[in-house]
């Protein structure tokens, strides 16, 4: 089965975001890997790999292309209202408040934010529920694809091994500009990993981009195909392994190795794999792995 691992495409600041965040969560939090590529068309870019909780990331200091955005945020379920305070206190520093830390009608505590980054949090304090999951991403379907919520997350479902969905509450009668039926909260689960969305009927000016994009690892050519054939729905957006959907958001489809070749590999393994990669559309393993070796 494949997993999935949120990619951070940052301006220059991957590396000092990283080791905040790691900072930021104790237990299972730690920085697992640095990796520069040389001569990309960003230059030269450092790759990150970190974990937070327990839980991979992959971030990019990769120039001011994309930046991030609330359609995509990280929900951190909290156990007890300080930790919600002290991560307040710590993400809001150089940052901007979208929903100010207070009492909410569905937690006692609670405040949604974006961090010095531009990266965007949801902060909750949980009471006794379980946590299953620490950080969940959270998909706003705002604009365009407002009121598509429901059916992206199930056409995830059918995508991803044991995908499941469940909407747990819908806007009401009265709260315009939501329309009755979409969803305001539901949650979904792919490949083992929890994620939450919903739908955003107000007036805002981002969409999905490519600063948050979502990787699945794949152990074979088979798997690549698979995904890129299910996911991609943009054709010109087609990239390095990157890819649209229907819904206009970004995923990598990448084989396990090759992030074994990049934090293994020497400097001219790396580079010789770099200059493969950077050309391809949908990444071709036995190609990648030639040129690693050197054949």
Known sequence: ???????????????????????????????????????????????????????????????????????????????????????????????????ELGEYPFSER?????????????????????????????????????????????FYASVFPHGKAGVLARYEKGEQPEKEGTVKYASFVLAGMEFGAMDSAREHKFAFNEAISFIVNCEDQKGIDFYWSKLSAVPDSEQCGWLKDKFGLSWQITPVVMGEMMSKGTKEQVARLTRAFLPMKKLDLAALRKAFEGK
């Open 110 to 154: 609670y405040g949604w934010l974006q961090d010095e980054y531009g990266l965007s949090w949801q902060l909750m304090f949980t009471g006794d529920a379980p946590i299953r999951q620490k950080i969940t991403p959270v998909l706003m379907f705002a604009g365009k694809v407002c009121g598509k919520a429901e059916e992206a997350m199930k």
């Open 1 to 99: 089965m494949p997993t999935i691992t949120p990619h951070l495409w940052f301006d220059k600041g991957a590396k000092e975001a990283a080791q905040l965040y790691v900072s930021l969560f104790s237990g299972r939090s730690k920085i697992t890997n640095v990796t520069t590529l040389h001569d990309t068309p960003s230059g030269d870019c450092d790759v990150v790999s970190f974990e937070l909780a327990g839980q991979p990331f992959l971030s990019i200091s990769a120039g001011p292309l994309f930046r991030f955005n609330p359609s995509v945020s990280f929900h951190v379920k909290c156990r007890t209202k300080d930790e919600v305070d002290s991560l307040w206190v710590r993400l809001s520093k150089g940052g901007t408040a979208l929903m």
